[in-house]
C-alpha cells in the first residue's frame, strides 16, 4: 500500500479535516486526520492494517507474541493488526491518567509485543504505553502507526514503521499564527 493509497482512503471517508484543532499532544494544526472516521468501515480499517504489516520485515512478525494498542485511538487498528498477523490484540487504558491493562487483559512475562497506533505525532503516548507494556513484563518489538505526523523530530528505543508521514504543521500554545487562532478550536482527540 502507498502513500498515496492511504490518503485516498483517508479522502474517500472525509477523515481529513481542516479548521483548527487542538491535538492530543496538546499542540495545535490546521488540519486533522480523523483516524476513527477512516476505520469505522472495516474493510478499510483491514486493508489499512494489512498495509501496515507488510511494512514490517517478516522477522519481526514471526516474533510477535501479542498486540497492544492505547485507547481509543489505537483499538481499532491495534485489533485489525492483531487480525493482519494473526495474533491477539489488546488494549491499554488511562482509567486514573496512566496506561494500564484492564479488562482482564494482561500479558505474560517476556511477551513480545508490538505496539500499535493510529496517530503519532509527538510520541508521548506511545511513550507512556510502551513503559506500561514493561511494566507488566513484556517486550515491545517495534511501533507502527497509521500516520506518521512526527516530521521526523521524534525517536524510539524500538523500531517505528508508520504507513504515511504527513507533515502538516503544528504549533505550540504559545506560537499559533494569528491566522490559525483567528479560527475556532475543536479538540477531536481522546486525551482530556
Known amino acids: 500500500m502507498t502513500e498515496e493509497d492511504v490518503l485516498t482512503e483517508f479522502r474517500a471517508s472525509e477523515a481529513l479535516l481542516e479548521g483548527h484543532f487542538k491535538l492530543s499532544s496538546g499542540r495545535h494544526s490546521g488540519h486533522y486526520l480523523q483516524c476513527a472516521r477512516v476505520l469505522m468501515d472495516p474493510m478499510r480499517a483491514s486493508r489499512l492494517a494489512a498495509g501496515l504489516a507488510a511494512k514490517m520485515p517478516r522477522e519481526l512478525r514471526s516474533q510477535i507474541d501479542?498486540?497492544?494498542?492505547?485507547?481509543?485511538?489505537?483499538?481499532?487498528?491495534?485489533h485489525e493488526m492483531g487480525r493482519a498477523i494473526g495474533k491477539?490484540?489488546?488494549?491499554?487504558e488511562r482509567p486514573e491518567g496512566t496506561f494500564e491493562f484492564r479488562?482482564?487483559?494482561g500479558i505474560?512475562?517476556?511477551?513480545?509485543?508490538?505496539?500499535?497506533?493510529?496517530?503519532?505525532?509527538?510520541?508521548?503516548?506511545?511513550?507512556?504505553a510502551m513503559k506500561a507494556v514493561e511494566a507488566a513484563g513484556g517486550e515491545v518489538l517495534a511501533l507502527v502507526s497509521v500516520v506518521n505526523r512526527t516530521g521526523g523530530d521524534v525517536?524510539?528505543?524500538v523500531?517505528?514503521?508508520?504507513?504515511?508521514?504527513?507533515?502538516?504543521?503544528?504549533?505550540?500554545?504559545d506560537a499559533i499564527p494569528a491566522e490559525l487562532a483567528a479560527?475556532?478550536?475543536?479538540?477531536?482527540?481522546s486525551r482530556k
Not at 88 to 92: G, H, P
Not at 110 to 117: N, S
Open 108 to 128: 505474560t512475562q517476556g511477551a513480545k509485543v508490538i505496539l500499535v497506533e493510529d496517530v503519532v505525532t509527538t510520541g508521548l503516548s506511545s511513550r507512556e
Open 66 to 78: 501479542t498486540v497492544v494498542s492505547p485507547a481509543m485511538g489505537g483499538i481499532i487498528i491495534g
Open 159 to 173: 523500531p517505528y514503521f508508520a504507513l504515511v508521514e504527513i507533515n502538516f504543521p503544528t504549533y505550540a500554545e
Open 103 to 105: 479488562r482482564g487483559f
Open 183 to 189: 479560527v475556532p478550536v475543536t479538540k477531536p482527540g
Open 88 to 92: 491477539e490484540a489488546m488494549f491499554l
Open 155 to 157: 525517536t524510539f528505543d
